[in-house]
């Protein structure tokens, strides 16, 4: 299963993406990651500190499987015991014509128990939207 959004934004994939990657402003902008910890790296471990929809507050370990500036992170995590809950997280950027970017932000989703964890699922796309908002505003207003 696939949570996918996009949203267009008016700057460069640079101005995006060092936006994304600046970790120490999120607590000022992000509705959905509050915090985020740890060495920014393949292989490297991150700790979120994430705010879903429902307004609850809970941390998560990552591992960073894949970097490739300006334009691509992703990490994976294991929601609960491995193989029942796996997801794989991504920002993708694609320049645009005019000095615009199209964000695709999404997890990939898969195991057992995907199909039994639709209000979590639902909240976790509304946190994702919020973020990508949230990045929009940051981003167009420097």
Do not use: C
Request: glycine content about 8%; hydrophobic content about 40%; proline content about 4%.
């Amino acid at each position: 299963m696939q949570l996918r959004t996009e949203i267009e934004i008016a700057a460069s994939p640079e101005r995006v993406w060092q936006a994304l990657l600046d970790f120490a402003r999120y607590p000022e902008w992000n509705p959905y990651v509050k915090a985020v910890e740890g060495k920014l790296g393949v292989g490297e471990r991150l700790t979120l500190t994430l705010t879903p929809a429902d307004g609850s507050e809970r941390r998560q370990v990552v591992t960073v499987v894949k970097l490739e500036p300006g334009s691509t992170l992703r990490w994976t995590s294991k929601f609960l015991l491995r193989r029942l809950f796996d997801g794989e997280h991504y920002f993708e950027l694609v320049s645009l014509d005019g000095d615009r970017t199209r964000l695709v932000h999404g997890e990939d989703l898969s195991g057992a128990m995907v199909q039994h964890m639709g209000p979590r699922l639902t909240a976790m796309a509304r946190g994702f939207v919020g973020m990508n908002e949230a990045l929009k505003r940051r981003v167009e207003a420097r």
